[in-house]
């Protein structure tokens, strides 16, 4: 193995040193995230242009790229209009015809001195029509006339990025891989190789920068060929490597072995007014079963809005609390985070047991009781935001930890809260489908339970989109819905996020409605800037059906179960996302009375939004709601930015390579399935990539 080290060294060479890259292009191309040679290898093309063909000019057609050869004409500044702008044109002509060529960023002396009439040259571009003439602007021209093959090739085409131009980006890549390709190691097991039919990786980067002269070209335009999928293959396969290897690491830690007490699951259980479903029971059953063995759980939950995973992680938390340990629940939010507090603390008073919320906002007084509360033992159950991360935050024993759309959190933050207990056991939930795709890699080192069914009582929403040209009929709708005695949100987004212009925003709304509705209906007004204790006074009383409509800025988003609300109103619909949307929606369709969305867009709605309702229209489906916003918005947008650095491939697209994803997946299980994956010295060079690549992003102290 030894020559390898110091050949892969040569990778993390500094870019300075390539040719032509002085101090000032070095900068550039740091701002884009390029260091080092390898850096440069993996910035891969985003498409290609196939250059294989001349054609000659009567055959080129506008709209269309196309290249051929020609001669010069003639070549000569012009005056633009009546300005003193210019531009520079030159007449080009073959046998067929003449093509003129216009440039309106150029350095005339330069211009003059190689654009000489006579001269032969290879032009290339997008042709277009205009005043009857055709055209090419800004044309990429090579002054080679010679007529070899060695011209014709398919051209990679990078990411453009500010400051860098197509041409320097390729000759820095081409020069990189012709200087530093052929000592970037191949470390995948031979028989994955063999299986998966990839090919060496100085080969992949070989072939995807230069694509050989016969490759399919349709193949590489769509990302399919082989060099790719090997250099996509390659990254899924040691992330789903790292992701199995910390599942199975988290085993091998010594936990604790809950036992069932059921001393105070029993006394819940009675007490609820609704019997679990199915789904909840089977998922119950599979966490208890994790939280009796003697490693640690981490499984995580997914349930479409209003599934009830609250009640099923509350059972899980008093079963650590029956066995003498604390549990600790961290939402991303403060207002996630009073909605779970007062649910649990509703529950838990009742049982005798304390429970307390922590967020920024708890007032320094209070928070010093709470920490010695919750040091001494007293408190068994805290709620909070990221300010339960906080260093003086510290539990007498804490044996659960329960974390609420962790998408929003970073790994790094699960293990920071797990890290105030010994090898706590760990619940993950959401309400947001995750695809599949996206819960390999996002979730990869957790085991999965899905609850799957409504309970009972819930009805399916209608979802209808409503013209603001309209109102009236919707109007008429909503005071029909009232006159029955149901209730309705109206929904607002916020359009900035300024304090001011939130509440006047929606204030207005409020006061518009009132106009609209008129006064034998009352309504309530609910946004991020009231106080929690008038927030609660608002909800108490609509819950209590003393006021028929609510108006609220998005804080409605989660946990609020009013069953006689029966339809929602959402303005600027297209404003939100399509999980925000379809968590929205959830709010109704929680009685016996049919219930209805209706999405109101704004007048300047665009293209993407118009697509974003019209799937919420046609889907009532979690999943498939999900699935179409991850094609819509990317994985990374679908993330929020937060999650820490698990979505930012080098080369892979998570749409695309889906496929590729499953079968990586599958062949790393193979792999560590195999008894001396850890200590066989065949695997040693994959062990040392794998922790060159995710040790410490997983921290995989293990491996090695």
């Not at 300005?83 to 003129?100: I, N």
């Not at 007490?271 to 208890?288: D, H, N, Y």
């Not at 930890?401 to 959190?409: A, L």
């Not at 959402?570 to 939100?576: C, G, S």
Request: charged share 25%; proline share 5%.
């Amino acid at each position: 193995m030894g020559h390898h080290t110091s050949q892969s060294a040569d990778l993390n060479t500094p870019l300075s040193s390539l040719r032509g890259v002085g101090p000032k292009l070095c900068e550039k191309l740091t701002r884009l995230g390029l260091h080092t040679v390898e850096d440069l290898l993996y910035t891969l093309p985003h498409r290609y242009e196939d250059r294989r063909h001349f054609s000659t000019i009567n055959q080129l057609k506008p709209g269309e790229p196309g290249q051929f050869r020609g001669k010069i004409l003639n070549a000569d500044e012009v005056p633009i209009g009546r300005g003193r702008q210019k531009l520079f044109e030159v007449v080009v002509g073959d046998d067929t015809g003449q093509m003129l060529l216009k440039w309106f960023h150029y350095r005339r002396d330069w211009m003059k001195k190689n654009y000489t009439p006579g001269r032969i040259v290879q032009v290339y571009g997008e042709v277009r029509f205009y005043s009857g003439r055709r055209e090419i602007l800004h044309p990429e021209i090579d002054f080679n006339d010679a007529t070899d093959s060695a011209s014709l090739r398919i051209l990679p085409v990078y990411p453009l990025t500010e400051g860098l131009s197509q041409k320097q980006l390729r000759n820095f890549c081409q020069q990189a891989v012709a200087d530093y390709a052929d000592s970037v190691p191949t470390h995948l097991p031979e028989w994955v190789m063999k299986k998966r039919d990839l090919l060496p990786l100085n080969q992949a980067l070989l072939h995807c920068h230069c694509p050989p002269v016969d490759s399919d070209f349709l193949c590489l335009q769509q990302g399919q060929d082989p060099a790719r999928r090997t250099l996509v293959y390659d990254e899924f396969f040691y992330l789903q490597l790292g992701l199995t290897l910390r599942r199975q690491g988290v085993q091998v830690e010594q936990g604790r072995a809950f036992t069932l007490e059921h001393r105070y699951t029993q006394p819940l259980a009675k007490a609820l007014p609704f019997s679990l479903t199915a789904a909840q029971k089977r998922v119950l059953g599979e966490i208890k079963q994790d939280m009796l063995a003697p490693h640690p759980m981490n499984r995580l939950i997914q349930g479409d809005v209003g599934s009830g995973k609250t009640i099923v992680a509350l059972m899980a938390a008093l079963i650590a609390v029956e066995n003498g340990a604390q549990a600790a629940v961290l939402a991303p939010t403060e207002i996630l985070a009073e909605q779970h507090y007062n649910q649990f603390h509703h529950w838990m008073t009742q049982l005798g047991l304390h429970c307390a919320l922590l967020t920024g906002s708890t007032p320094k007084s209070e928070r010093q009781t709470l920490l010695d509360g919750l040091a001494h033992g007293e408190i068994k159950l805290l709620v909070g935001t990221h300010a339960i991360l906080q260093p003086d935050v510290t539990f007498a024993d804490l044996g659960l930890v329960i974390i609420d759309e962790q998408h929003r959190f970073g790994v790094q933050q699960r293990h920071q809260l797990r890290k105030k207990g010994h090898n706590p056991d760990t619940l993950v939930m959401t309400a947001t489908p995750i695809p599949r795709t996206l819960s390999l890699t996002l979730y990869g080192d957790l085991a999965m339970s899905v609850i799957d069914e409504l309970p009972p009582g819930r009805t399916p929403i209608t979802t209808r989109i409503a013209r603001s040209s309209q109102r009236p009929q919707l109007l008429d709708f909503v005071r029909r819905e009232l006159d029955k005695g149901h209730q309705v949100y109206f929904v607002y987004p916020l359009v900035e996020e300024s304090e001011r212009s939130e509440l006047k925003a929606a204030t207005e709304a409020f006061e518009a409605l009132e106009k609209e509705l008129g006064s034998e209906y009352s309504g309530g007004l609910l946004h991020g800037r009231l106080h929690p204790r008038d927030k609660e006074a608002v909800m108490d009383k609509f819950k209590q059906g003393q006021i028929h409509y609510l108006v609220a800025t998005t804080v409605i988003e989660v946990g609020i179960d009013v069953p006689n609300a029966s339809a929602m109103v959402i303005e600027h619909a297209e404003r939100f996302g399509l999980a925000q949307l379809h968590q929205l929606r959830g709010r109704v369709g929680r009685g016996a009375a049919k219930s209805y969305c209706v999405l109101v867009p704004s007048e300047q709605c665009s293209h993407d939004g118009q697509q974003r309702l019209n799937i919420m229209q046609s889907s009532n489906d979690g999943f498939v709601i999900a699935e179409a916003d991850l094609e819509l918005r990317g994985p990374g947008e679908f993330l929020g930015t937060r999650q820490a650095g698990i979505e930012n491939f080098r080369v892979a697209n998570l749409l695309r390579d889906a496929s590729l994803l499953e079968q990586a997946r599958e062949d790393a299980l193979q792999l560590i399935e195999q008894d001396d994956f850890l200590t066989s010295p065949q695997y040693y060079a994959v062990r040392e990539t794998l922790k060159q690549r995710w040790g410490s992003r997983l921290e995989l102290a293990s491996v090695g």
